[in-house]
């Protein structure tokens, strides 16, 4: 099959920007891998993201609101597209997620696959996610199928751990390809260190290194329902409210508080109800660039360390998988898969915008 030049972009619920990524593939084999950038949200975008994950829940698809700065994200991935620099045979858009409710049958990313379609000048991928959603899968994590590809020289079983907003696993072995969200990634985290003053997140685990885990709070934390759902499984940024809520969490100094959410996600990633212990965690998002997080990581798990020890490159991961995907789109391939979502079979997905 012939390989395609894809363009992957992928931003993701840490709300930090648009990453974008250049590569080889016919949607099964993995080609050259060329460059990626990212291209940081402004701080007013950023800050109107934030506040419409917070409203999306009560809004309706059509909300005047959401379209417009759903037209601010695709100017921003238009421009990632342009700086990057690359001739491409098609773009893989994911949009922004501002909600997501597989139990309702509902996933909600904005932004406008025509118009970025119009403003590149090449056909888009997009709607990776509604036909598993409507299907009754989870319509998360979908990077499995990358995952897959690129570790098919490495001796399995092999876990591939992506900490963004929200953390998530792909379990490929044996016993086939498997996957879920697993807990919390950065985004407490990063919600926690902006409140108390301490910037847009834990940079170089700073603030948690000088703090001790609570863990009567890290207890209650635990007791959040979710953990004891079996694979697959798919989670929202903000499901975890009420529980964080509820924990105490607020009456610790920021450090404490700070050294408890570390802990907390390394031990929901722990708890995921892997087939047997991978013979090494490969870690990608922009979680591996904590060293708290890295370390609370390796006291559970044993074998860890950032993709970049697979020659993988980190920052790029999720904006290449999305290139991949998108030429799977093109060619009719499964997006999803039994264990990865939940569909019953196979799914394919995704939809295509040709420039005008």
């Not at 490495?154 to 992506?162: I, K, T, W, Y």
């Not at 959410?261 to 870690?283: D, N, S």
């Not at 970049?308 to 991949?324: I, M, S, T, Y």
């Given at each position: 099959m012939e390989m395609l030049r894809a363009i992957g972009l992928m931003s993701g619920t840490s709300l930090d920007g648009v990453d974008a990524a250049w590569l080889e593939t016919d949607g099964d084999r993995v080609g050259r891998l060329g460059p990626s950038l990212t291209l940081p949200y402004d701080a007013a975008l950023r800050s109107d993201l934030r506040a419409l994950l917070d409203r999306a829940?009560?809004?309706?698809?059509?909300?005047?609101?959401?379209?417009?700065?759903?037209?601010?994200?695709?100017?921003?991935h238009a421009e990632?597209?342009?700086?990057?620099?690359?001739?491409?045979?098609i773009v893989g858009f994911h949009g922004q997620t501002i909600l997501h409710r597989p139990a309702r049958r509902l996933t909600w990313q904005i932004g406008d696959a025509a118009a970025l379609a119009q403003a590149t000048g090449i056909r888009v991928a997009w709607d990776f996610r509604t036909a598993d959603v409507a299907a009754g899968g989870e319509g998360a994590p979908l990077a499995p199928a990358w995952h897959a590809a690129l570790a098919t020289p490495?001796?399995?079983?092999?876990?591939?751990?992506?900490i963004g907003g929200?953390?998530?696993v792909t379990y490929?072995?044996?016993?086939?390809?498997?996957a879920c969200d697993t807990g919390p990634g950065n985004g407490p985290l990063d919600d926690w260190a902006r409140r108390h003053g301490h910037g847009d997140c834990d940079r170089d685990g700073?603030?948690?290194?000088?703090?001790?885990?609570?863990?009567?709070?890290?207890?209650?934390?635990?007791?959040?329902?979710?953990?004891?759902?079996?694979?697959?499984?798919?989670?929202?940024?903000?499901?975890?409210?009420?529980?964080?809520?509820?924990?105490?969490?607020?009456?610790?100094?920021a450090a404490d508080g700070a050294a408890?959410?570390?802990?907390?996600?390394?031990?929901?990633?722990?708890?995921?109800?892997?087939?047997?212990?991978?013979?090494?965690?490969?870690?990608?998002?922009g979680g591996r660039r904590n060293p708290s997080l890295m370390a609370a990581l390796g006291a559970r798990l044993g074998a860890v360390a950032p993709v970049?020890?697979?020659?993988?490159?980190?920052?790029?991961?999720?904006?290449?998988?999305?290139?991949?995907?998108?030429?799977?789109v093109l060619r009719g391939l499964p997006l999803s898969f039994p264990g990865t979502t939940g569909v019953a079979r196979p799914l394919p997905g995704g939809r295509i915008a040709e420039p005008g």
């Open positions: 829940p009560a809004l309706d698809r059509d909300d005047a609101g959401a379209a417009e700065i759903g037209v601010r994200v695709t100017v921003w990632a597209v342009r700086a990057l620099g690359m001739p491409a045979d490495l001796p399995p079983p092999v876990a591939v751990l992506n929200v953390a998530n490929v072995g044996g016993e086939g390809l498997l700073a603030l948690s290194a000088q703090g001790r885990v609570d863990a009567a709070v890290l207890a209650r934390l635990l007791g959040d329902r979710y953990f004891g759902r079996p694979m697959p499984k798919s989670l929202d940024r903000l499901d975890f409210g009420a529980t964080l809520a509820a924990s105490g969490l607020e009456s610790l100094p408890t959410l570390v802990a907390f996600t390394a031990e929901a990633v722990a708890r995921a109800p892997l087939p047997q212990a991978p013979r090494r965690w490969l870690v990608g998002g970049e020890a697979a020659g993988w490159d980190g920052d790029a991961l999720e904006a290449q998988c999305f290139g991949f995907l998108a030429v799977r």
